[in-house]
């Protein structure tokens, strides 16, 4: 697996994840995903496709931090599953 298909693998595995949750959630330009919880735009979230993070607002709703938290943990244990296959077909 090259690192590109890597990178692709786990951002197909995060908006699988959204969808299970059924989390709304557009593709915006420069390979940043907006997350949308709730009605306020203050709830909403991005993430970045290209380096695998979530980034909110401090203030953003209980709910909408809980999610961003849970997409944290589930983005670490597949990107550590990802490089630890990455790095055995070396």
Not at 54 to 75: F, P, R
């Amino acid at each position: 697996m090259t690192k590109k298909e890597m990178h692709s693998a786990i951002n197909k595995q995060v908006y699988n994840w959204l969808n299970e949750r059924n989390i709304q959630f557009e593709l915006e330009m420069g390979g940043r995903v907006t997350v949308m919880v709730g009605e306020s735009s203050d709830d909403w979230f991005d993430y970045h496709q290209t380096h695998h993070t979530v980034c909110g607002l401090n203030w953003a709703s209980d709910e909408s931090q809980s999610i961003m938290s849970e997409l944290e943990k589930y983005i670490d244990v597949i990107w550590n599953m990802h490089m630890w296959e990455f790095a055995q077909s070396k």
